[in-house]
């Protein structure tokens, strides 16, 4: 079975549905078909300041999402990235084969750090894309599945794999994105030209998946579309309705083209309407299950030590090996 890797930070409290239709929902589909190995990323997630209860919280929450959307721990490896101390320790070689310019070009801590202000971005910032790098290279990973976003991480993950395997001989799997046309950048409701998150969007162009969920249908309803009624997918000319066909095609398993033909001639309060309805029917069973989840931390946290506990098992033996191609003399 090939090999998939993915991580989501726990930062945002509430996936978004962006980071649901962009990688959550592949991961689930993967792990019938793959090894895989997916995880909450809470060391990414301290880059940002975080307040250390809330942190923990929204690990666990994340977790019980990523259990309520579909993943099960017998057919996946879930864990949390900082209960396998191997990422930080193969960050730390990662860092040291990373090009300082090489980091720098990286657009996403060019966008945080621009959000921050420079003098508050730290280093650890910076170099958080070269801990991405580590994530996907313990376990050598054949794919990523991810949404548009992160296809600059995981080239710049390729990169330095070349770059260790030429310098140390053969030791580390290339990966590849996986990222669907279709779905690898979900935009805002409320502004089109921008992809939905948690920091850039507006509340109104952002659905949130613990939303209650009436919130949600009136977000679909009043969604920002152009002057004209035609129903037709054309991400340029009118990527607002374009935006809601995508969604609506990939939560009710129809086709563009047949959605396309169904709405011909309506006007967009139908293809509304119908959105918010699949949206309600999508959150409302997540969000009850999530909720379920959470009333029982016991049997979340024990699902979560079993899971690091096989992450460890194959990252730990990909570190003994970059360790002793490195040079580093062996603990006896
Ligand atoms: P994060 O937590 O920002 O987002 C989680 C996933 O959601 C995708 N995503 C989107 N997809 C489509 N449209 C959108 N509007 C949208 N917004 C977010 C993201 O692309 C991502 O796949 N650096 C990663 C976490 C990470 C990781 C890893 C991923 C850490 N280590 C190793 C893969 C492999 C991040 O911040 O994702």
């Avoid at 969007?201 to 679909?220: C, F, H, I, R, W």
Wanted: glycine content about 6%; charged content about 25%.
């Amino acid at each position: 079975r090939p090999r998939v890797l993915s991580g989501i930070q726990p930062t945002s409290g509430s996936f978004h549905l962006g980071n649901y239709l962009g990688a959550v929902r592949q991961w689930v589909a993967l792990q019938e078909t793959h090894d895989a190995f997916y995880m909450v990323v809470d060391l990414h997630a301290i880059t940002i300041p975080q307040d250390p209860a809330e942190l923990r919280a929204n690990t666990r929450l994340a977790a019980a999402q990523l259990l309520a959307a579909g993943l099960a721990p017998e057919r996946c490896t879930l864990f949390v990235q900082s209960h396998v101390p191997e990422h930080a320790q193969l960050g730390w070689v990662m860092n040291c084969l990373t090009g300082f310019g090489e980091a720098s070009r990286m657009t996403q801590f060019k966008d945080k750090s621009a959000r921050q202000g420079a003098d508050r971005a730290t280093v650890g910032l910076f170099t958080y894309p070269v801990l991405q790098v580590a994530d996907i290279l313990l376990y050598q990973a054949d794919q990523v599945p991810v949404g548009e976003d992160q296809r600059q991480h995981i080239e710049l993950t390729r990169d330095l794999a070349e770059r260790f395997n030429t310098r140390f001989g053969p030791t580390f799997t290339l990966p590849a994105p996986y990222i669907l046309k279709e779905t690898g950048k979900i935009y805002d409701l409320q502004d089109p030209q921008i992809k939905m998150s948690k920091s850039a969007s507006t509340p109104k162009g952002l659905v949130n998946l613990l939303d209650e969920p009436k919130v949600t249908a009136k977000k679909v309803r009043s969604a920002v579309t152009d002057t004209d009624t035609v129903i037709r997918f054309d991400p340029v000319e009118k990527p607002g309705v374009s935006n809601l066909l995508t969604i609506q095609s990939t939560l009710t398993g129809t086709s563009v083209a047949e959605l396309e033909q169904r709405y011909e001639g309506k006007g967009y309060g139908a293809l509304k309407s119908d959105l918010a309805e699949a949206m309600v029917d999508f959150v409302t069973p997540f969000r009850s299950r999530t909720q379920e989840l959470l009333d029982d931390p016991e049997t979340l946290d024990s699902l979560l030590a079993k899971g690091a506990e096989k992450a460890r098992a194959v990252a730990a033996e990909t570190l003994a090996e970059t360790y002793d191609r490195v040079g580093f003399l062996p603990a006896k």
